[in-house]
């Protein structure tokens, strides 16, 4: 009980800092141009074809066509193995992010960088899909992963492929100059909060599905 109230708390808190985000972005984007700036700088002061080539490719783990068939192959390989609960937390998190992100960026209408975009994208900017995606998908995974890995040592494994994934879809995005740092920060809040909220639920539902025997 008590730890399902940390992981609400937390959610919360991330809520609050998504929505502080988002009234910045909408009312004072001004204020947030230094620290955009700095970033993209940062990531796009080196650019080179390699590095092109490289992040236009590894921008589609985070893009809706590479997910759905991710998620379809391991909705298909969790059922096989009567881990309902997995398929259904899996599900309901990735169903859950372009819902989320449509809304929310028809509320903040953000107009995408004025940069040279190296990838067609059309539509708003902030949150980013991407990243509020590549979140719901890999710790969703990087979860699942964890509770049905026996050994100790293994567990870090996935926890480290997810956070490696996230981060490096992120910043194809800024690279690419299809998103502000900004909303890659949004996309994270937004989906972390979600998996906050929704994890002690799923992980209660999940103990006593295997404690009646409706799944393994």
């Known amino acids: 009980m008590k730890q399902s109230k ?41 650019m080179s074809n390699g590095l092109t080539s490289f992040f236009k490719h590894f921008t589609n783990f985070g893009g809706v066509r590479y997910i759905e068939v991710i998620v379809v192959a391991l909705v298909l390989f969790l059922v096989f193995k009567k881990w309902y609960t997995e398929a259904i937390f899996l599900v309901v998190n990735v169903m859950t992010a372009p819902i989320l992100v449509t809304i929310l960026k028809y509320v903040y209408d953000r107009q995408r960088p004025s940069l040279t975009h190296l990838v067609v994208e059309n539509g708003l900017s902030f949150p980013s899909g991407h990243a509020t995606a590549s979140v719901m998908l890999y710790i969703s995974l990087m979860i699942i992963c964890r509770q049905r890995i026996k050994q100790h040592y293994l567990k870090y494994v996935p926890l480290i492929i997810a956070v490696v994934m996230i981060v490096l879809i992120g910043i194809s995005r800024i690279y690419l100059g299809v998103h502000y740092p900004t909303d890659i920060l949004g996309g994270w809040l937004l989906s972390g909060s979600w998996l906050l909220f929704w994890f002690p639920v799923y992980d209660e539902i999940r103990f006593k599905w295997r404690f009646k025997g409706v799944q393994k």
């Open 6 to 46: 940390m992981y609400r708390l937390n959610a919360s808190f991330g809520l609050v800092m998504f929505v502080m985000l988002g009234y910045l972005v909408k009312f004072f984007p001004g204020s947030l141009s230094p620290i955009d700036r700095f970033i993209q700088d940062l990531v796009r002061g080196n």
